[in-house]
Each structure stands twice: as C-alpha cells, then as structure tokens.
C-alpha cells in the first residue's frame, strides 16, 4: 500500500463520515499528499543545486578562461587557462587530493564569431563549457547542452566537483586516478570543436600518501595524429641551452619524480610509448607506494593502449638506470609516428645542463602540416 492510500484509509477508520464529511476529508488528503509530494520533490531540487552528495560547500575555488589564441596554419585555436593571458593547449592540469571539493568558475571569453564559425548547425547553441571524467558532479555541472549547463558568450559559470574518497562500508572505490576535462558544447553537442580546437586539460585526482613529482606533462593524443595538437617538429621546442618545461618542452634532470599524463582526445585508437622508462601498470605507475595494488600480478609496461577519451597517468624515475639522454615519446602506430606523432623527454645531467644531442637529425620524416 502506497503511503498515500494508506493515509486515506486509517483517515477513513477514524473518522465517521456523513457526505459532506467525506468531500472535506478527501480536500484534507489532498491537500496533506500535495504538501508531502513537493517536501520530497523539495529534496532532489536542492541537491541539484550545485553540491555533489557528499560536498555541502566547496574548499576551495578557481576561475579558468576560455579564449582565442592564435591561430596555427589557419586552424582555430581555443584554450583554457587559470588567467586569460596563460591559456593555452593543453590546459592548466588541474590537481585534486581525494575528499576535496572543487568550485570552478568559467568565464567564457571566445569571442562569438569564432564560436559561430565552429558551429555545425545554426541550431546548437553558442558557448563553452567544462565538462570532466572521473570525478563526481551534480547534472548542473555536466557541461552540456543538454543540461542547459554550459556558459553563453561572455557569461561565467561556476561548476563543482568532488574528488570522492572510497568507501569500504559499500566498496565503491573513490576518485583517485588521472582523467581529463574538456569542452562539450562549441560545435556540436559534443563538443566536438572545442576538443579539436584546443579546450582540453588533465585532471589528477591524488590519494593522500601518493608521491608528488618534480613535474607533471601532459600529451594528448589527437585527430591527425597530433600530440598536443601539433606534430613534430612542433611538438619538442625545447632550447637546447635553457630548456623550460611546458606543453613543448618534457625536460627533467636525472633522478627527478615525472609523472606523465596520457589522453586520447580524437577518433583513433593510438599506442603511447616512452622510450628508456618502463612503469607498473597500476593506477600511479608505481608498485608498493601509494598504490595498493602491489603484487607481482601487475605487469610493467612500457608501451599502451588508449581509445578516444581514455586516460592513463604513472610516475617515473626520469633516466632511472638509463642516464641522462634524449629519449622518444611516441605512438606507436607506425604511420602515426612516421608523420610526426611523436615527441621527446629530455632527459638532463644531474646539474641541469643538457646531455649532448645531434639536433641535425629530423625527427619526423615529413614536415609539421596543419593540425586540428
Ligand atoms: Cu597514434
């Protein structure tokens, strides 16, 4: 019995019913389930209104931009960034530590034409948003058009997200892993343009006790076969005397913690591969240290696989065993690398100055054509 007809019926027992009595009861009932049916729609309202289960109010707060950048070979470029002047592609990694909520604030600077240029159809909407795999998020802070949650031309939006800690009361595991944040709106309903055009970062998602290395790259694997939307050459720009790390330049010394963070944002199927560095295939790369899965069952790896929208991240000991040197970072999908899918980790002497590398010798067979 529905908790309803259960309230008419003791209504019912209870009170000797003359016509008239009856009509005033029933007015009653009504009234009483109307009351009680929007108590328990009041729930899920408020739920939605920003706070994931588990985040009453965010513990700390960020703003990120989009905006224009200049374009490469003609190619629309878009990009995030914590100031409107560091946008770039990649965007700014955005870090979380397991239990920590997260309110983002995105203000929407890209300029309206450009957004109408990338368009597919006149009848999707204009604008940019901040859409993110792995943690938690209310529907308001999907990033879509279809949950009306994305941000108009030169409107802000402020997303929340919550890096949920596992639960072992009911065994659902937790957040902690590396994943990434994208646009879903400019072009298309999937944000298809937005990807393409350069609104795309990582997100890492720690466990407290994970180790924190020197310095974290992001490559992204992409349409055309692109790492980061560029091709070698274009790829590496690192400067041989003073090399400065940045979506272009993988450097580290000798013995420096790296952690890479490996996204595949496009339609293929890429093969990641590093060369001189091999890694545990376990959430952080690492066996033992804050990884709980440390048994001889986890194979090391030095080469995997990611399908659109995977992601993958681990730590390494840069020139562990090997030494300082220039070591390739590719796909390995063979035509892939051959027309300039590939990059390199610069691995420097102890005292940061750069081992010797014959930059006579190309690195991709062809020249950088234009990437999108
Ligand atoms: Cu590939």
Known sequence: ?????????????AIPLSPRGALSALILVVALVGVGGLAAGASPKTFQAGQPEGCAKPNRSMDLYAVE???DRGQIRLGYGRTPETASYP?????????????????????IETLTQLRAKPEYPLGVSLH??????TEQS??????????????????????KKPDKRDGSPGTAGYWWYHDHVVGTPHGTQGVASGLFGAVIVRRPGDPKPAHTYVVAFGNQQTINLRRAPDTDTCDAHNPQPGPTCMVARQGERVEFVVISTGNDMHTFHLHGHAWANTRTGLLGKGDDNNTDSVPVIDNRTVGPADSFGFQVKAGDSV??????????????????????????????????????????VTPSPSAS
């Open 142 to 163: 999907d990033g879509t058009a279809h949950s009306n949650s994305f941000v108009p031309p030169g409107e802000s939006r402020t997303y929340t997200w919550y890096a």
């Open 132 to 137: 993110v795999h792995g943690v938690k998020y």
């Open 69 to 71: 950048l200049p374009r």
């Open 1 to 13: 019995m529905k908790n309803s007809d259960k309230g008419r019926s003791l209504l019912a027992r």
């Open 91 to 111: 965007g700014p990694t955005i870090e979380m530590m397991e239990g920590e909520c997260l309110a983002i604030t995105l203000h929407n600077q890209v300029p």
């Open 323 to 364: 030494g300082p040197g220039h070591w390739m970072l590719h796909c390995h999908v063979q035509f892939h690398s051959d027309i300039g899918m590939t990059t390199t980790f610069h691995v420097l002497n102890k005292d940061g100055s750069m081992p010797p590398h014959d930059m006579t010798q190309p690195m991709a």
